[in-house]
């Protein structure tokens, strides 16, 4: 996914870095929010609270959204403009994709 959209936006391999780095993150992110139970071969993410679900999204949305601004800006005198952009972007991302979530997930009766 990365690749494609460094292809297309001509971002010079700033997607691709951001989601390897999530793909390597993520399992210790799941463990982080989760616990235990994520290491059981039964465990099934819609199984756990929304709480959980939606501390998971945000911390996501988040690392990965400082990572991609970080890269972009390349420079640490920056920082202001980083967490701003960081967060508002966030903030937009984590909105849009609770209700994206919210579309394709099933009432259980």
Do not use: W
Request: glycine content about 2%.
């Amino acid at each position: 996914m990365g690749i494609i959209l460094d292809v297309f936006l001509d971002s010079l391999a700033i997607h691709t870095i951001c989601l390897m780095s999530m793909a390597f993150l993520r399992p210790k992110i799941m463990r982080f929010i989760f616990g235990l139970n994520y290491e059981l071969i039964s465990f099934r993410i819609q199984k756990t609270p929304k709480q959980q679900r939606y501390n998971f999204l945000l911390i996501v949305v988040l690392v990965h959204h400082f990572l991609y601004f970080s890269i972009e800006a390349f420079s640490i005198s920056l920082i202001g403009l980083i967490l701003e952009k960081v967060f508002l972007t966030s903030i937009a991302t984590f909105v849009l994709s609770v209700l994206i979530l919210s579309l394709f997930t099933t009432k259980k009766a």
